[in-house]
Structure formats: structure tokens, C-alpha cells
């Protein structure tokens, strides 16, 4: 059974930046891809950015183009989300997820993929 633990949402300006954490329980941590989700207010889940289980390839949607990063640290069962330069379009609640398949180079794309969930961290920006 794997785990899911977000942190670091909160309010920020326009422009500001915040850190999400995202903590696995469990030793196959290191072996999947992991991804961030958004769900806004009336809105679908979506796809924001994912990582395959090394590292060496992510994947964001064009939104996020050159504001978002995400990184691992597979010693600490860890996923971040960096984000940069926020727009009051960010607004939602933000998941972690986990998934793909096993060592797969490329990053899990799509919200089928994913077999693990957390519970999810809310991030506001105000204008």
C-alpha cells in the first residue's frame, strides 16, 4: 500500500512562488513515475507535470511552460513542485499521484495511468 503526503500549498500573489511536497510511504517509490494533478473550483482534474522514476524525463502541459518544475529525491521517497512566476489561473487544489509503468523512461502522461493518490494540497493566487 503506497501512501501519498502533499504539503506546502497556501495563498501567494500573482508572481510569487510556492514549493508543493509530495511524500511516499512505501519501498516502490522509486520504481514508478509521479505526476501532479489540478482540480479547479467546477473544473476537471488535470494533467500539470510529471517525472519518470529516475528523473532524467518530465512532461507539463503548456500552461505551465517554463514556470513549473518537478524533481525527486528517491533516497527521501519525495516529489516536488516548483512553481514560478503564479497567475491567478493556478488556482486549485493540487495532487500528487503515482504510477506508469515500472522504470519506464518516459513519464506518465495520462490520469488512467495512475494507480496512487493523495489527498491533495490547495494553492491560491491572488491578482
Known amino acids: 500500500q503506497v501512501q501519498l503526503v502533499e504539503s506546502g500549498g497556501g495563498l501567494v500573489q500573482a508572481g510569487g512562488s510556492l514549493r508543493l511536497s509530495c511524500v511516499a510511504s512505501?519501498?516502490?517509490?522509486?520504481?514508478?513515475?509521479m505526476g501532479w494533478f489540478r482540480q479547479a473550483p467546477g473544473k476537471e482534474r488535470e494533467f500539470v507535470i510529471s517525472?519518470?522514476?529516475?528523473?532524467?524525463?518530465?512532461y507539463y502541459t503548456d500552461s505551465v511552460k517554463g514556470r513549473f518544475t518537478i524533481s525527486r529525491d528517491n533516497a527521501k521517497n519525495t516529489v516536488y513542485l516548483q512553481m514560478n512566476n503564479l497567475k491567478p489561473e493556478d488556482t486549485a487544489v493540487y495532487y500528487c499521484?503515482?504510477?506508469?509503468?515500472?522504470?519506464?523512461?518516459?513519464?506518465?502522461?495520462?490520469?488512467?495511468?495512475?494507480?496512487?493518490w493523495g489527498q491533495g494540497t490547495q494553492v491560491t493566487v491572488s491578482s
Open positions: 499521484a503515482g504510477g506508469g509503468r515500472m522504470w519506464s523512461t518516459e513519464p506518465p502522461k495520462h490520469r488512467y495511468e495512475y494507480d496512487y
Open positions: 512505501g519501498r516502490i517509490f522509486s520504481r514508478y513515475g
Open positions: 517525472i519518470n522514476w529516475s528523473g532524467a524525463s518530465t
